[in-house]
């Protein structure tokens, strides 16, 4: 265990068996249609790459670069694009795939904002969810865990860069990001 982890809060297989139930939820959705996947950069690509591969829908992948934080560990509410969509989404399905809602802005304010393009549907799946924290009126369609208020890492979720490349979810000590 990585000595800046206080805890595993999901492990490695745990993720990988939500993951593939969710995948499979998806699958029922998205039957005889072809959804534009969106993975939220930085922080969704790994459960993103997890999630399609276990998906059995066709489907065309795009990403987006979006925040409602600065350097720091609370939201700012303030939505900043950085990378939009390759893809028209007009009449189409979308699938945002993000990796933790917390207040809930970014992805308020990236779901108003996309819907605005006239898409059949817009959905989103997330890997966690912190429903406590929650300052936004919005809710993901799909969530894989539902999460206490932590500061969590790993599979894809950071603290300043680092971390990313955990294999599991696990809760960041305090005395790291409180300095």
């Known amino acids: 265990m990585n000595s800046d982890c206080e805890r595993i809060l999901l492990d490695e297989k745990t993720i990988q068996a939500r ?86 802005n970014t992805l308020y304010h990236l779901k108003k904002m996309l819907n605005a393009r006239a898409p059949a549907s817009v959905n989103i799946v997330t890997l966690l969810d912190k429903p406590s924290r929650r300052q936004a009126p919005m809710e993901p369609e799909y969530t894989c865990f539902e999460i206490e208020d932590e500061f969590v890492i790993g599979y894809g979720l950071d603290y300043t860069e680092d971390y990313r490349n955990l294999p599991y979810v696990g809760i960041l000590k305090r005395s790291v990001y409180e300095k």
């Open 19 to 104: 993951v593939k139930e969710v995948a499979a939820q998806l699958d029922k959705l998205y039957e005889g249609r072809k959804p534009v996947v969106v993975c939220i950069l930085k922080g969704s690509v790994v459960f993103f790459v997890d999630l399609i591969r276990n998906m059995k829908t066709p489907c065309e992948l795009d990403f987006m670069a979006v925040s409602s934080y600065g350097a720091g560990t609370a939201s700012t509410g303030e939505l900043k694009v950085k990378k939009d969509l390759a893809a028209d989404i007009t009449g189409r399905d979308v699938l945002i795939v993000e990796d933790i809602i917390d207040s809930g």
